[in-house]
């Protein structure tokens, strides 16, 4: 067990003065959609302040590694990118909102969870785990939320703390501390919380953070997973680095503008591999895995492509769909369940006008072997 994986560990070097990397990572919540300012009211602010008053001596890094509306199964193709490359001392994981709490639970979603968790812990970092509400949870007859337990699951078997936010606000709305009207205040968005919601977020992290300190709870990897080893095996393939381009693709830069900073594509893509206009002619990728997902970006200009796995029917997709108004990211799975032992023929067709474009960054394959290479254009 490395001693990384120890909360009274870190706490000794923190105390200490040491140079420490904490990173966030989730959804828009970790972000800080709605708070008034994100780099100062949101949860990840807030607990950073935290940490830096109750550790005056500290060096403290911060890393905000938070992309809105995406959960675990785009976070297994980041982790080594985002989080890992910044060699961190402290890991605060928030994707339970956006895996989708609410039945049914996705078993798929519950793997890439856990390979998250196994993943960083086995690389020796504590990680607190961040359980955040919307406002369906803290109202009369709030839903059933499955995936909460699942997830305190996964933590209890890693050794991990929770930082329970829905039970907390729930608490303190059913005592009239609260009302959830300001704790959501920014109608119709009901699932980002305002200053005073991201303030009980973080106190409810906090919390567990602070008690994991106490008792020097120690991050742990059990022998066997508790889901499928789907994410194990995870890797994020740069479509310009497999080799010679067809005719109509070319490599280029990811945007500095997105229709929100966690949006700003310049912060999660290495380059961009662009197909442009009506003489774009297919890419054909030979794959071995379960999985593969396309992660790219957005933008008004997108157009349309096709999906062909295996010589069959092609499935039609609008890259452009989310991107009218400004840049945005692309996350879309084009081949699932597949059997990972032999090779699976998949040809991405673009279907553009003059004018458009397509923009993917890496087509990401999980379960081993995990490959992916250009076949015979």
């Not at 008690?211 to 991050?219: F, H, I, N």
């Not at 070319?250 to 594509?265: E, I, N, Q, Y």
């Not at 840049?327 to 799975?333: E, G, T, Y």
């Not at 474009?357 to 290479?373: M, N, Q």
Request: glycine fraction near 8%; aromatic fraction near 10%; include cysteine.
């Amino acid at each position: 067990m490395s001693p990384r994986a120890h909360f009274g560990d870190f706490d000794r070097r923190a105390r200490a003065g040491e140079r420490l990397s904490v990173v966030f990572f989730g959804g828009s919540l970790t972000w800080g959609a709605q708070a008034t300012d994100p780099q100062l009211t949101s949860y990840r602010a807030l607990t950073s302040r935290k940490l830096e008053e109750h550790y005056p001596a500290a060096h403290f890094r911060f890393w905000d590694a938070a992309i809105g509306g995406t959960g675990s199964q785009l976070g297994a193709f980041r982790l080594e990118r985002d989080v890992l490359a910044r060699r961190p001392d402290l890991v605060f994981l928030d994707f339970t909102i956006n895996d989708t709490p609410y039945a049914p639970v996705i078993p798929d979603r519950l793997a890439a969870y856990e390979s998250l968790v196994r993943r960083l812990v086995g690389a020796g970092v504590p990680v607190v785990q961040a359980i955040f509400a919307a406002k369906r949870d803290v109202l009369p007859d709030a839903p059933e939320r499955p995936l909460d337990a699942l997830h305190r699951e996964i933590a209890a078997a890693y050794g991990l703390p929770s930082g329970d936010a829905v039970s907390l606000m729930r608490e303190r709305v059913a005592a009239g501390l609260a009302d959830p009207d300001t704790l959501w205040p920014m109608a119709p968005d009901v699932t980002h919380p305002g200053d005073e919601g991201y303030a009980l977020y973080a106190e409810a992290v906090w919390g567990a953070f602070a008690r994991a300190v106490g008792e020097e709870q120690v991050c742990r990897v059990p022998e066997r997973m508790l889901h499928p080893d789907t994410y194990l095996t995870a890797t994020r393939n740069r479509l310009s680095k497999l080799g010679t381009l067809p005719v109509g693709w070319s490599v280029g830069r990811p945007h500095r503008l997105g229709m929100a900073f966690d949006f700003t594509m310049s912060r999660w893509l290495d380059d961009v591999t662009l197909a442009r206009g009506p003489e774009a002619v297919p890419i054909r990728l030979v794959v071995r895995g379960r999985h593969v997902l396309l992660f790219g970006e957005a933008t008004p200009l997108s157009g349309r492509y096709e999906v062909s796995v295996n010589g069959g029917q092609p499935t039609a997709y609008d890259a452009g769909a989310n991107a009218k108004n400004g840049n945005f990211r692309l996350v879309q799975f084009i081949a699932q369940d597949l059997e990972p032992d032999r090779d699976h023929l998949v040809e991405i067709i673009p279907r553009l006008n003059a004018g458009q474009e397509l923009r993917f960054e890496s087509a990401c394959v999980s379960g081993f072997p995990a490959t992916v290479r250009l076949a015979e254009q």
